[in-house]
């Protein structure tokens, strides 16, 4: 009973550490296809680069957020495992 | 500053009891930097501790304030005080939770930020008065470029004709985000924007300005879709009905999350030098912290930028009128 209870434990942090390792590809993968299509752009056309260094930089803040809501709910995980939070 | 002394306290505390942990908790002072308190912490030691006042209204004993110093003894442990007792920033009558209208520190940082949005916002509109027909000078210049940059980039593009309208509310937000954000990265502040209860006030006002000013079309849009297929519209309605409490929803998760996402990826890096107790580790962290300090100030700009836009975006589909056929 107490292994049991033990293993659900684990299992909970290591999906909270799977799910934050996951997240962070999603950000990687996101972030990096907008600066891949932002710097073809910029090649093509070299006269546009601060209007869409400006747009980039926006819509990756948009991007990396949605890894950061995984990040904050496998904190919560975590942290419900040894009583710091909850 | 304050956290090292935390990670020395715990050291300390730890290696008192007989307990065989030796490693600092740092997952629980991470924790504890960014959630809120009742003490604001400075450094250690006599000065460093603001003790702020607790009030607290309960049926039994009515509306009772004191400092918060009365719920800890001489060496900073928890003591129950006159029948309250505190336990992980909840404030308990005994065995029941009471009404906690404390000042606590990140309510301590909204008056801060207020004060410091009022002093430098009069500062400019004095300016404008006593510079009346010539050029900026001061505060006034650092400020106007980014009160254009709102009212031409963000606020006329998406709302409109009547922008006006809602331009004053709008310019208050991007300002007290960008200063809230701003300080909050400075030491021995309080995480106020990644407070998730203030993250819900600014998305409820976003939501009570979006719906109050909604027109015709925009109701209309969400209940009954034009241009749409019939079958089309009974899927669309129960979608669109969510939609309207989704959108300031994301605008709550996404500010919070930046934010204090920001903040743990800081105190994390500073705390790899406590972990691993090297020099070198800590020159590398240090570095990467600055690095990482200068991205948070970005981030800062960008949440409030986003913020602002999003909410101009939602009321400019609320207030719009309709442009003829087609959508």
Request: aromatic share 12%.
């Amino acid at each position: 009973m107490l292994f049991s209870m033990l293993l659900d434990v684990s299992y909970a942090i290591m999906g909270a550490g799977i799910g934050a390792g996951l997240a962070a590809i999603g950000a990687g993968i996101g972030v990096g296809r907008i600066g891949g299509s932002a710097m073809e752009a910029m090649a093509r056309q070299p006269e546009m680069q601060p209007k869409l260094q400006g747009s980039m930089l926006i819509i990756a803040a948009l991007v990396e957020v949605a890894a950061l809501f995984a990040l904050v709910i496998c904190l919560i995980i975590s942290g419900k495992t040894n009583g710091v939070l909850g | 500053m304050s956290f090292s002394d935390a990670i020395a306290q715990e050291q300390h505390a730890a290696s008192s009891h007989e307990s065989s942990r030796k490693e600092p908790d740092i997952t629980g002072v991470i924790i504890e930097h960014v959630m809120d308190n009742h003490v604001w912490h400075f450094f250690d030691g006599h000065y460093g501790t603001l003790y702020l006042p607790v009030i607290v209204y309960s049926k039994e004993r009515g509306l009772e304030m004191f400092s918060s110093s009365h719920f800890f003894d001489e060496h900073h442990n928890p003591v129950p005080y006159n029948g309250y007792s505190l336990e992980h920033n909840k404030i308990f009558l005994g065995e029941t939770p009471v009404w906690d209208f404390s000042i606590t520190k990140n309510v301590a940082m909204l008056f801060l930020n207020a004060g410091l949005l009022l002093a430098v916002l009069t500062a400019v509109s004095r300016g404008y008065g006593r510079n009346r027909g010539k050029a900026p000078k001061g505060v006034q210049s650092f400020i106007e470029p980014i009160v254009l940059f709102v009212k031409d980039e963000i606020v006329k593009p998406n709302i409109g004709a009547r922008y006006e309208r809602y331009l004053p509310y709008l310019l208050t937000l991007f300002f007290f985000i960008l200063f809230g954000n701003l300080l909050g990265l400075l030491p021995g502040a309080g995480n106020m924007t990644g407070n998730i209860a203030v993250t819900l006030t600014l998305a409820a006002l976003t939501f009570i300005i979006t719906n109050v000013s909604g027109n015709s079309n925009y109701w209309m849009h969400i209940f009954w879709t034009p241009g749409v297929p019939l079958p089309l519209r009974i899927i669309i309605f129960p979608v669109e009905l969510i939609g309207i409490f989704t959108k300031p929803f994301s605008l709550m998760i996404r500010l919070f999350a930046a934010i204090t996402a920001g903040h743990i990826l800081l105190l994390g890096l500073i705390s790899l030098t406590f972990m691993f107790k090297s020099y070198f580790v800590g020159v590398g962290a240090s570095v990467f912290v600055i690095v990482i300090s200068l991205i948070e100030l970005l981030v800062a700009g960008i949440q409030a930028y986003v913020f602002t836009l999003f909410t101009s975006l939602y009321i400019g589909l609320a207030v719009e009128e309709h442009h003829g056929e087609g959508h």
